[in-house]
């Protein structure tokens, strides 16, 4: 019997209308478009406006755009993972919320929160599902809202993130394509440098923490980038080396969106060109778990089946991982 792979076979993405741009952000702290620019790259980026609008709300139009897509019913999906760090609730799972919205009412599924390395490690275990002979179909959500942690008084965070989703649909493949490896890390005592200071249960919400303005993402830069930089493009050298990839033979680089200059190191860690690299941060900035479904989405166009596509993320905690994949389908 042939091995079974869990191959990406539709990919949708959504972001919101309105744009956050670096002029913008001037009227609102001592910043100017040309050291946001420098330092990270990012121009410009997307936030979801509206009360009570969470991730969900974005998740919902990017699976409903997935599934008209690929042509099937809502009814078809077996399990839908949402790799989050901004929830809707603390409970229920955002994953259960956006099967009921969209009417997945067959699916069981589940949140996954491992920062911005959270698709990754999602894929992975998604792919499991897939590869055991457990289900057919499953959905896969990478969705944040990270303006809603966000103090727009600190430039040295708020300038990097903005809000978007991204989902992939895996099915079984016999023919080598899907999901072929993958190698993930995690380092607990890097919570010291980024992390979320209070709504847990270690720090519960109270009238303190919120003057404190301890429910807003905390980051301390230099420490972070540092340890983004050598790690993410680490491990998608290690990959490569695992799986006797070149720089020849690889098509597509698929980087976490978090700083123009970690894209840089990690595709000349690779030896890759910049043309094998896709990049969106100008334009949607750091979107956490959305940053690689999206790129997929962008790029969906060129993409083409057998390339060879590296995925590579770091996140807060700290985690990191990279997956290597063979694509399934040429876009019709």
Request: proline fraction near 3%; hydrophobic fraction near 40%; glycine fraction near 8%.
């Amino acid at each position: 019997m042939s091995k079974i792979h869990a191959a990406i076979t539709a990919v949708g993405g959504y972001v919101p209308e309105y744009i956050l741009t670096n002029e913008e952000l001037t009227r609102m702290m001592d910043t100017n478009d040309e050291w946001i620019q420098t330092r990270t790259g990012i121009k410009e980026r997307r936030i979801l406006k509206g009360l009570d609008k969470g991730s969900s709300e974005m998740a919902v139009e990017a699976v409903k755009l997935l599934l008209e897509k690929r042509g099937i019913s809502p009814l078809d999906i077996e399990l839908v993972i949402c790799a989050t760090t901004t929830p809707d609730m603390i409970f229920p799972a955002t994953a259960n919320i956006i099967c009921d919205k969209v009417g997945m009412t067959n699916a069981w599924g589940f949140d996954i929160n491992a920062a911005c390395s959270g698709f990754i490690f999602s894929l992975t275990t998604a792919a499991q599902f897939i590869e055991t002979g457990r289900h057919k179909k499953v959905l896969l959500v990478g969705v944040d809202k990270m303006s809603s942690i966000m103090n727009y008084e600190d430039r040295a965070v708020s300038i990097i993130f903005g809000d978007g989703a991204g989902a992939v649909l895996l099915e079984p493949d016999t023919e080598g394509y899907g999901v072929v490896d993958s190698i993930l890390r995690t380092d607990g005592s890097g919570r010291v440098f980024l992390h979320q200071k209070a709504g847990g249960s270690a720090r519960p919400a109270t009238m303190e923490t919120v003057m404190n303005k301890e429910h807003y993402v905390y980051q301390e830069g230099k420490h972070v980038f540092k340890f983004a930089v050598k790690n993410m493009a680490d491990v998608a050298a290690e990959i490569m080396e695992r799986n006797n990839l070149t720089a020849d033979n690889v098509n597509w680089l698929v980087p976490h969106q978090a700083n123009k200059r970690i894209i840089d190191a990690t595709a000349e860690r690779m030896n890759l060109p910049m043309e094998k690299v896709m990049i969106n941060i100008q334009k949607f900035g750091n979107t956490t778990n959305g940053t690689l479904p999206l790129c997929l989405w962008e790029w969906e166009n060129q993409l083409k089946k057998g390339d060879n596509v590296i995925l590579a993320a770091f996140g807060g905690g700290f985690t990191w991982g990279s997956t290597y994949i063979r694509w399934a389908y040429d876009t019709k």
